[in-house]
């Protein structure tokens, strides 16, 4: 086991650097749409786990709120109905996010080719098949969980409708 993770080290040691083909000036301006994408990429995560924790905290406000209702069928409604509409809006928001990001990989894969054989090695150790399942099982359970905070929500306020 051990003789194989040598031979394994010493054949990716044997990777041949062949440099980038690009001049200076437009190495520079790769190497900085590179780290401006990366930038928008993270902002992107941030900004799609600020909108699942705004929406759970919505959620969490109209259950406060759904206990100063008495007997206002209405006003219950009110809440079901806003739930729905953040429920939407927060996928929506969500899956956008995540949309933006996949368009800043596929930068990031564009300007990855230009540069040199080094970085696309590096760029190829986690393949692009499990870095997509990763991300779209984190936006899945994303979803799943503002459909759950919204099924809470509708159940919490149900009893409401019966006094």
Same mark, same amino acid.
């Given at each position: 086991m051990a003789v194989q993770?040598?031979?394994?080290?010493?054949?990716?040691?044997? +990777?041949?650097? !062949?440099?980038s083909e690009l001049d200076e000036l437009t190495h520079a301006e790769m190497r900085m749409l590179y780290a401006e994408s990366t930038e928008s990429i993270r902002y992107a995560k941030t900004r799609q786990w600020r909108a699942l924790s705004g929406i759970l905290l919505i959620f969490g406000g109209l259950m406060a709120l759904s206990r100063f209702i008495d007997n206002n069928a209405k006003l219950v409604n009110l809440v079901v109905a806003i739930s729905f509409l953040c429920s939407a809006g927060g996928i929506y928001c969500m899956a956008l996010y995540q949309a933006w990001q996949n368009t800043e990989r596929e930068k990031l894969r564009e300007i990855g080719g230009h540069l040199s054989s080094y970085s696309m090695s590096v760029r190829? +150790?986690?393949?692009?098949?499990?870095?997509?399942?990763?991300?779209y099982t984190m936006l899945v359970f994303m979803i799943v969980g503002v459909l759950?905070?919204? +099924?809470?929500? !509708?159940?919490? +306020?149900?009893?409401?409708?019966n006094q």
């Amino acid at each position: 086991m051990a003789v194989q993770e040598i031979a394994r080290a010493d054949e990716e040691s044997e +990777v041949e650097n !062949v440099p980038s083909e690009l001049d200076e000036l437009t190495h520079a301006e790769m190497r900085m749409l590179y780290a401006e994408s990366t930038e928008s990429i993270r902002y992107a995560k941030t900004r799609q786990w600020r909108a699942l924790s705004g929406i759970l905290l919505i959620f969490g406000g109209l259950m406060a709120l759904s206990r100063f209702i008495d007997n206002n069928a209405k006003l219950v409604n009110l809440v079901v109905a806003i739930s729905f509409l953040c429920s939407a809006g927060g996928i929506y928001c969500m899956a956008l996010y995540q949309a933006w990001q996949n368009t800043e990989r596929e930068k990031l894969r564009e300007i990855g080719g230009h540069l040199s054989s080094y970085s696309m090695s590096v760029r190829a +150790v986690k393949s692009s098949r499990e870095a997509n399942i990763h991300r779209y099982t984190m936006l899945v359970f994303m979803i799943v969980g503002v459909l759950m905070a919204n +099924v809470l929500l !509708v159940l919490f +306020v149900s009893p409401l409708f019966n006094q």
